[in-house]
């Protein structure tokens, strides 16, 4: 496999992954509606990158596989549904969140270093399909960066000094 194919496979695992980390993160903490809701939606953006991805890997000889579907919500979620709802704003879930937002961040950061050599590559072998990806989906993943760092910023203080 060539070392483009095996960046298209990484980014293609490490968004499906980005996904279901931001879809349990919003499931965690369903009572920080705003964090919820933002999180759902650039899980989104993970998801058609990974189909994106899928795509491009066809014309490199690669087989990946579709984006994951959406599990179904069994007791395990039921459980994290209602002790979010228990928890709300105590300390230990600011401190959960604030994990959680480091493990997302950190995520997106690989994510973005995988989109950045691939447009390199895509660069040096004038491959515009691979430019086009790159150019449509990498300053997604850096808006989901600069999100968890936002997050991060304002919550931090407050939540690490109350402890």
Known sequence: MSGI???????HDGERDLEQDLLAAAA?????????HVAVDV????REHATRLADTGRDHGLDLSGPRDHPSPGALAALREKASEA????????????????????????NSLHW??????AQATRDERLLTLTGDC??????????TNSMV?????????SV
């Open 87 to 110: 928890l709300g704003r105590r300390p230990g879930t600011g401190l959960l969140l604030l994990h959680d937002l480091r493990d997302l961040h950190l995520a997106a950061a690989r």
């Open 5 to 11: 194919g095996i960046t298209l496979r990484l980014l």
């Open 116 to 121: 950045e050599m691939l447009a390199q590559a």
């Open 138 to 147: 990498h300053p997604q993943t850096l808006r989901q960066l600069r999100w």
């Open 28 to 36: 965690r903490h369903r009572t920080d509606h705003e964090f919820r």
């Open 43 to 46: 899980a989104r953006w993970s």
């Open 153 to 161: 910023k304002i919550l931090a203080a407050q939540l690490l000094t």
